[in-house]
């Protein structure tokens, strides 16, 4: 029997905002002294950042989705700055800092993206659009998009060739394309 998988499993953000709570709690397991209280704040911002992703994910209204993915990109933010914190303390070599403000920058990035695309913006986001164009950045551009008759043959034809997480959709690609 497989394991169930939810709609906020799909997302690119979400297995990012994963994999850098993973390499966080590794880094956190060395830190103690007087870096602990950072420590701690951190643990619990990075871990907030996968959550409120999976929660505004199942949120129906687009208001409610918003809200939630804010909280995580305010997250993926506050996680940026203990960064800064650690190396300042030098709890963290130079490597682990740019390795992980490079994760966090893709995550705020992405979910600015989420968030872009239903509500107007209040503030200059342009800093944090996406810098990367790859297949995964395109699953989760084209995954946002409902597949039915209003989509178009273009954003159809890519859906199916972007995205190895939906080939068993293909057939249904397919007959929505003819």
Known sequence: MTEPIFDHE???VYR???????????????LNGPERHARDQWLRAAQSIPLNIAEGNGKQSLKDKNRFFEIARGSALECAAIHDILSAFEAIDS???RD???NLKRIVS?????????????EDWIEYEYEY?????EYEKTHEQSIGPKCSIELL?????LSPGI???QPICMEVLH
């Open 167 to 169: 080939r068993s959709m």
């Open 110 to 122: 992405m979910l600015t993206r989420l968030i872009q695309r239903t509500d107007s913006v209040s």
């Open 100 to 102: 992980g403000k490079t």
């Open 133 to 137: 164009r790859d297949a995964e950045y």
């Open 10 to 12: 799909r997302l690119d």
């Open 157 to 161: 034809s890519t859906c199916v060739e």
């Open 16 to 30: 990012l905002a994963i994999q850098y709570v993973t390499s966080s709690y590794r880094i956190a397991k060395l």
């Open 95 to 97: 490597e682990l800092n």
